[in-house]
């Protein structure tokens, strides 16, 4: 038998892409999988009962159904536990429901007067659209304000309108803007919480770069920074300009280049390192500094 051409698609609605078979009729696996990465076997509508069937597959050889795969278009296979969202909808449109949907985040607003308050502050903010939420970070032992605040809306479109000028509250120029985690820690104090934008990539491959991180979490939302540490301990950390975008994909098993990786919350580092290494036999104060000085930390579930 010559070779011939199947029709592949993710979805039954998408466009498909057609794939070659070998001499013999049949289609390797792994040409499936070049295209379509992390795929593990095709299915497709019958004609005849409208009911999904699956191709067979042995030893990574698909078989075409009753030896001729005709003008049918197969729909992909992944495995059920890379979290696809395939019950409901493919990566596609999860990515474009994440492009849809514009979530706020808290900015954080420095440089404020010591007598402003919130409700100063929501006063003033609220100039420019509905706001949900406001707050004066104070000295716990004080009570007196430490000169910078958060403040949240109800929309997109205000929040992008709020950062894009400087603001004039109570007689003195004030900025406003995404937090960054470095500033917020070092002025917040170490029992202030915080929402990382930073996210941990497990089970990474060598072969996997800077740039091919970057670009594919980048469908997700804005990406500031990917960090593959050197010599390759197969980990990553990518960090989001938006703290939402990163807390929705942790948990989540997603396929890079054929790999399925696992993504979990890098938790901003506080000062606790001697706490922690305080719980261990023969504890060494220079690897708590060494830790400490580091930029990067684990997620809890890998220490």
């Known amino acids: 038998m010559t070779e011939c051409y199947i029709r592949v698609a993710e979805d039954e609605n998408e ?68 979290k696809r969202k395939m019950d409901e909808m493919d990566a596609a449109s999860a990515v474009k429901i994440k492009r849809g949907v514009q979530k706020t985040s808290d900015l954080i607003v420095l440089g404020l007067p010591w007598k402003t308050t919130e409700q100063d502050l929501k006063d003033y903010f609220g100039t420019f659209g509905e706001v949900i939420m406001v707050q004066v970070k104070r000295d716990t032992k ?3 304000s430490k000169g910078f605040g958060f403040v ?30 470095k500033y917020f820690l070092e002025q917040a104090g170490p029992d202030e919480p915080m929402r990382s934008r930073k996210v941990f990539v497990g089970r990474c491959t060598e072969d996997m770069t800077t740039d091919e991180l970057r670009q594919f979490f980048m469908q997700y939302g804005e990406v500031t920074d990917v960090f593959i540490p050197k010599p390759f301990r197969a980990f990553a950390f990518v960090t989001f300009a938006d703290d939402q975008v990163a807390q929705s994909l942790c948990g989540e098993d997603l396929i890079i280049k054929g790999t399925s990786v696992h993504i979990s919350n890098a938790e901003p580092k506080h000062n606790n390192i001697h706490h922690l290494f305080s719980n261990f036999p023969g504890r060494s104060p220079s690897l708590a500094a060494m830790f400490e000085r580091s930029q990067y930390q684990f997620p809890s579930s890998h220490v």
């Open 152 to 181: 949240r809306f109800t929309e997109y479109e205000t929040q992008v309108k709020a950062m894009s000028q400087r603001h004039m509250i109570d007689g003195r120029w004030c900025d406003c803007k995404l937090p960054n985690s």
């Open 15 to 82: 466009e498909p892409m057609e794939i070659p078979s070998e001499e013999d009729g049949t289609v390797l696996l792994s040409t499936v999988a070049a295209q379509f990465p992390g795929a593990c076997g095709l299915r497709y509508r019958s004609p005849v009962s409208q009911c999904m069937r699956g191709v067979r597959l042995v030893e990574g050889i698909l078989h075409a159904p009753e030896s001729d795969w005709g003008n049918l278009v197969y729909v992909v296979n992944y495995p059920k536990d890379n």
């Open 142 to 144: 004080t009570g007196n």
